[in-house]
Nanobody, 124 residues
Framework: QVQLVESGGGLVQAGGSLRLSCTASLSGFQTYAIGWFRQPPGKEREFVSAISGTGTSTDYSPSVKGRFTISRDNAKNMVYLQMNSLTLEDSALYYC?????????????????WGQGTQVTVSS
């Protein structure tokens, strides 16, 4: 059973930091690109960041570039999203997703497997 589980969400003050984790039970984990998406209340799901299977390529949405850092540990089947300088606009349900292709898609429909999400709430 292929599964992704997010953790690390919570309540944080504006300007603070959180680190999200995505734990994967995927055979051949290192061949999957992993993406992070988020869905704010009442809004569409949006791309946040993605990392290639080897970890050598990354991509970020303009709204988080310079504040968020994606990384992975293939030995542990984990991907991380370090989020710094959080703002109220970062409040959302954050999902990780896996793509077996060779690119770093920003479109959510290109990802094959999704986690259940972890809530991030930024307070003023």
């Amino acid at each position: 059973q292929v599964q992704l589980v997010e953790s690390g969400g919570g309540l944080v003050q504006a300007g603070g930091s959180l680190r999200l984790s995505c734990t994967a039970s995927l055979s051949g984990f290192q061949t999957y690109a992993i993406g992070w998406f988020r869905q704010p209340p009442g809004k569409e799901r949006e791309f946040v960041s993605a990392i290639s299977g080897t970890g050598t390529s990354t991509d970020y949405s303009p709204s988080v570039k310079g504040r968020f850092t994606i990384s992975r540990d293939n030995a542990k089947n984990m991907v991380y999203l370090q989020m710094n300088s959080l703002t109220l606009e970062d409040s959302a349900l954050y999902y990780c997703a896996a793509d077996s292709g060779m690119t770093l898609p920003v479109q959510d429909y290109l990802y094959d497997v999704w986690g259940q999400g972890t809530q991030v709430t930024v307070s003023s």
